[in-house]
């Protein structure tokens, strides 16, 4: 009988490792070769859907901290995003702060708001909670608008490009790897943020908030932080999107964008790193998959030509939302935990 060795783990230490095995530490690092030569040979379109991707997992990483972690729910994300994306764009094209400085820029103003909103939702849960934040979304959405001035209203506001070194990053290939590094950045910041002692408390907070109390868990701080780290997130996801488009708008903010990252960590899976970015890059591929289905009915059935329209996408958010809340709870992130556990087992069932 063989009695395969290394798979338990001895301590606590052991189970919150960054890379659990050698072959993990393989696997990463050529995912990470593929991506770094990606736009040598890659297709501009897909360069540009990688580019909205890694501007998601950023977001979503964001909102999964706060309600996947700490269990406080939240509709305001796309207020945060817009934040840090107007913050961008002003201290960028109006002030001419280098992109470095815009970026941290768009994190702070977006944290101190996040920290502010934090302090009053403290004694709000679930649904009251969940409407607080949404009407604070509504809220800045108006602002936006009528504070013309500064935001440039219903004109919206332009972007200035990154310059780096005097080289400028003005398209979708050279901006790839700004993107990229951010991305990886955040999403190590994260993984160990959780790892630590906030993390941990954060994860009590969600699972039970007066047991934690009674631990000694200072719940007040702890939720406090939460909001604030995530709108800091949120803010920097924000000024990765204004660069990115170079032009931003309040319609680009509004309660559907909250909703679609909503989506994103409930299919990706709550409360898990890997899970937010794969319902980042989930969902920001449905509405292609959509466009195709839709475009390749239209030749099977001439009467549906020119039917497609945004709604479409609305009512596929909705519906995977219902399907992963009924039938896998535990999002994608789950089904690639059965699909690992599967394999290890193999031939076996157990």
């Not at 783990?9 to 990470?32: A, G, H, M, N, P």
């Not at 502010?116 to 608008?145: D, H, Q, W």
């Not at 994103?264 to 969902?283: D, Q």
């Amino acid at each position: 009988m063989v009695i395969r060795s290394k798979t338990f783990r001895e301590s606590y230490y052991e189970d919150i490792k960054l890379f659990q095995t050698v072959w993990i530490r393989v696997w990463i690092f050529l995912f990470l070769i593929l991506l770094a030569t990606l736009p040598l040979w890659g297709n501009p379109y897909v360069i540009y859907l990688i580019n909205l991707s890694c501007i998601a997992v950023v977001a979503a990483l964001g909102l999964n901290l706060l309600i996947g972690y700490t269990g406080q729910i939240s509709l305001a994300h796309a207020a945060f995003i817009a934040i840090g994306a107007y913050t961008t764009a002003i201290l960028s094209s109006k002030v001419g702060l280098p992109f470095w400085a815009c970026l941290f820029a768009s994190g702070g103003v977006a944290a101190a708001i996040g920290f502010g909103l934090g302090i009053p939702c403290l004694r709000l849960k679930g649904l009251y909670l969940a409407m607080a934040t949404m009407s604070f979304g509504v809220v800045l959405e108006n602002v936006l608008i009528t504070w013309d001035k500064l935001t440039g209203g219903v004109r919206g506001i332009n972007v200035a490009k990154i310059s780096l070194f005097g080289y400028p990053l003005d398209s979708d290939s050279k901006i790839y790897y700004f993107l990229l590094v951010i991305t990886v950045l955040v999403i190590l910041g994260i993984k160990n943020l959780v790892r630590t002692r906030v993390g941990r408390a954060f994860i009590a907070i969600r699972d039970r908030d007066i047991a934690a109390e009674v631990m000694g868990v200072n719940i007040t701080a702890y939720k406090v932080m939460a909001f604030t780290i995530s709108s800091f997130v949120a803010g920097i996801a924000g000024g990765m999107y204004g660069y990115t488009m170079g032009y931003i708008h309040p319609e680009h903010f509004t309660l559907l964008l909250s909703i679609q990252y909503l989506a994103m960590i409930i299919v990706g899976g709550l409360g898990t790193i890997l899970g937010s970015i794969f319902g980042a890059v989930f969902i920001i591929l449905v509405p292609e998959l959509i466009k195709g289905i839709a475009r390749f009915s239209e030749l099977l059935i001439p009467a549906l030509k020119g039917k497609y329209n945004e709604e479409w996408n609305i009512a596929a958010f909705g519906l995977l939302i219902m399907i992963f809340l009924i039938f896998e709870a535990g999002g994608l992130h789950g089904i690639w935990g059965r699909i690992k556990t599967s394999f290890k087992n193999w031939p076996y069932t157990y």
